[in-house]
């Protein structure tokens, strides 16, 4: 047989109590302890606060005096709080405090109380935070600032953080040598306002919105191995290679750090290397390899030549000095040679030392005719000039073959070198008192020379 029941409006739970049911089970699921203590006795634990201070079940707790569960050095502001509560619904502020658990131990917790009602009678209810969690969290990150804070001031590498308005934040010892500031002079002061000069790769005066930390700044990115130059307040010139970053790429207004190391002596390494690497040891001209490169970006233009003559000159009887003078008083000769083709020629002519006694000489925008013939001359009576080397008197002539390059030359420079090379040697048995000139292979050559006394 089938009941059925109709609804019962009577039975049904008011709203208030419908809210109340909801907030127990708030109360009774929420993670943070919450316990409510009347007249210093706790009557209420939810599950949270029975784990928060170790007991199995609520019976553990409840029943017990309040106080019980506080460290004793934190008991008189708990009482001063709660007796600053005098209206219903009103709450303390946080504050934090030392519970001590069923097994003696403590925890460090953040707590709110209450003034409310519990069973019709006044009672505080105390809302609990666990702050372990937070307190590892701080202790770990106040052990990683500790760290970075350490190893970045035992750092060769200089290191500046940045804030968003462009000053400086800190400055790590090794920033503050390589400026040549001490860190009072660094902290609080806009990057744009340093009393330094900073300067691009050709050293120029950089614009402050290059500066790597300023890009960095206003867009966000981040800046790699960007090499400027610092004029210090000592005087002293320092190229550095500088990186910057967003301490934190997610936050717009973020700090940047810009980290940077003194290349200078790198710097002046490597341009040593590339000078040793393209130049003759003894005379300091370019060597072989530097004149043949110049002259291969000359070959093969079809607009404006950088180089319209090529030079290629020997000194007559060379030999004969360094067999019976010595090859001290030789490289001495050389030197001097070079030195007075480079006093007779123009700063934008490239002179070479191509090997022995052999040079090479780029003119630059000379053509045929009567001025290349008169700075051949002129070139000849310089080297004519008597040298004095250890106290012997040595006049020494050269040979000087002419190769001329045309728009559109398709030479390689190994072939004009050997036609330079050719001219030359028809100078030598000549005996005339002019350089030679050699075209193409085939052209037509008119043939002179210088010889050696």
């Known amino acids: 047989m089938l009941e059925v029941v109709g609804n019962d409006r009577a039975n049904?739970?008011?709203?208030?109590?419908?809210?109340?049911?909801?907030?127990?089970?708030?109360?009774?699921?929420?993670?943070?302890?919450?316990?409510?203590?009347?007249?210093?006795?706790?009557?209420?634990?939810?599950?949270?606060?029975?784990?928060?201070?170790?007991?199995?079940?609520?019976?553990?707790?409840?029943?017990?005096?309040?106080?019980?569960?506080?460290?004793?050095?934190?008991?008189?502001?708990?009482?001063?709080?709660?007796?600053?509560?005098?209206?219903?619904?009103?709450?303390?502020?946080?504050?934090?405090?030392?519970?001590?658990?069923?097994?003696?131990?403590?925890?460090?917790?953040?707590?709110?109380?209450?003034?409310?009602?519990?069973?019709?009678?006044?009672?505080?209810?105390?809302?609990?935070?666990?702050?372990?969690?937070?307190?590892?969290?701080?202790?770990?990150?106040?052990?990683?600032?500790?760290?970075?804070?350490?190893?970045?001031?035992?750092?060769?590498?200089?290191?500046?953080?940045?804030?968003?308005?462009?000053?400086?934040?800190?400055?790590?010892?090794?920033?503050?040598?390589?400026?040549?500031?001490?860190?009072?002079?660094?902290?609080?002061?806009?990057?744009?306002?340093?009393?330094?000069?900073?300067?691009?790769?050709?050293?120029?005066?950089?614009?402050?919105?290059?500066?790597?930390?300023?890009?960095?700044?206003?867009?966000?990115?981040?800046?790699?191995?960007?090499?400027?130059?610092?004029?210090?307040?000592?005087?002293?010139?320092?190229?550095?290679?500088?990186?910057?970053?967003?301490?934190?790429?997610?936050?717009?207004?973020s700090s940047a750090v810009s980290s940077f190391n003194d290349i200078t002596e790198f710097r002046a390494s490597r341009r040593q290397l590339e000078y040793q690497a393209t130049h003759d040891p003894l005379t300091g001209l370019a060597n072989r390899a530097l004149v043949l490169s110049r002259l291969a970006g000359a070959l093969g233009t079809t607009e404006t030549l950088p180089v319209s003559t090529v030079l290629f000159i020997d000194l007559d009887g060379f030999k004969q000095i360094n067999d019976t003078l010595g090859h001290a008083i030789g490289d001495t000769v050389l030197q001097i040679v070079a030195q007075r083709l480079q006093r007779g020629l123009r700063s934008d002519d490239i002179v070479g030392r191509i090997g022995g006694d052999e040079f090479l000489v780029l003119l630059s925008g000379r053509t045929l005719g009567e001025d290349l013939d008169a700075l051949v001359t002129r070139l000849r009576q310089t080297m004519a000039e008597p040298i004095i080397a250890r106290g012997h008197r040595i006049q020494v002539n050269a040979s000087i073959g002419i190769t001329p390059l045309h728009i559109g030359d398709s030479r390689s420079p190994e072939a004009v070198l050997h036609d330079a090379d050719l001219a030359m040697y028809r100078a030598k048995p000549s005996g005339h008192q002019n350089g030679t000139l050699s075209g193409r292979r085939g052209d037509s050559a008119r043939s002179d020379s210088t010889h050696a006394s």
């Open 12 to 253: 049904a739970p008011t709203d208030a109590e419908q809210l109340a049911q909801r907030y127990r089970s708030l109360v009774e699921f929420s993670p943070d302890g919450v316990v409510v203590h009347e007249r210093g006795t706790i009557v209420y634990a939810n599950p949270a606060m029975v784990r928060l201070l170790g007991g199995e079940t609520a019976d553990d707790i409840v029943g017990q005096p309040v106080a019980r569960f506080v460290e004793p050095r934190d008991v008189p502001a708990m009482l001063e709080r709660i007796r600053r509560l005098t209206i219903a619904g009103t709450a303390s502020e946080p504050a934090e405090l030392s519970l001590v658990r069923t097994d003696g131990s403590n925890v460090e917790c953040e707590t709110v109380s209450v003034l409310t009602a519990w069973h019709d009678r006044l009672a505080y209810q105390v809302v609990v935070h666990d702050l372990t969690q937070q307190r590892r969290a701080e202790a770990a990150q106040r052990r990683a600032e500790q760290f970075f804070t350490t190893v970045v001031s035992q750092l060769e590498e200089g290191v500046v953080v940045i804030d968003k308005e462009g000053r400086i934040e800190s400055a790590n010892p090794a920033a503050r040598r390589i400026f040549g500031y001490d860190a009072d002079d660094l902290i609080g002061t806009r990057i744009d306002d340093l009393p330094l000069a900073l300067l691009d790769a050709n050293a120029q005066p950089m614009p402050t919105a290059w500066y790597p930390v300023i890009r960095t700044l206003s867009t966000g990115e981040t800046v790699t191995r960007f090499v400027f130059g610092v004029d210090r307040p000592d005087g002293q010139r320092r190229w550095l290679s500088a990186s910057s970053r967003l301490l934190n790429p997610e936050d717009p207004n």
